[in-house]
């Protein structure tokens, strides 16, 4: 039933920007967590940038003051707005929504998600 679709990666030189989309059905994006999380070859799954269901936002530390999370409900959607990239943010990146049950979930800013997109690939060139 519920289904989230990324679009909007791609490949870019360091310093450039991207704005990831997520559209949202099946689940209201203003009732729950909704956040995106990225996965490079090798590493962990990590939890990049939150916004509850109160619009309050989280971000990892590396990304600080260069991503910015939003939504907008009338749209049912989440994006992710990426300025000053580096090459160490290249990664799959996916859309989350927090989900009760199920096994395959990760907590990230209180918020326990369950729910994913297919990712969308992000790549950054020196």
């Known amino acids: 039933q519920v289904q989230l679709v990324e679009s909007g990666g791609g490949s870019v030189q360091a310093g450039g920007s991207l704005r990831l989309s997520c559209a949202a059905s099946?689940?209201?994006?203003?009732?729950?967590?909704m956040g995106w999380f990225r996965q490079a070859p090798g590493k962990e799954r990590e939890g990049v940038a939150v916004i509850d269901r109160f619009g309050t936002t989280t971000y990892a530390q590396s990304v600080k003051g260069r991503f910015t999370i939003s939504r907008d409900n009338a749209k049912n959607s989440l994006y992710l707005q990426m300025n000053s990239l580096k090459p160490e943010d290249t990664a799959m990146f996916y859309c989350?929504?927090?989900?009760?049950?199920?096994?395959?979930?990760?907590?990230?800013?209180?918020?326990?998600?369950?729910?994913w997109g297919q990712g969308t690939q992000v790549t950054v060139s020196s």
């Open positions: 989350a929504a927090a989900k009760y049950g199920g096994s395959e979930v990760s907590w990230f800013a209180g918020c326990r998600f369950g729910y």
């Open positions: 099946g689940i209201t994006t203003s009732n729950y967590c």
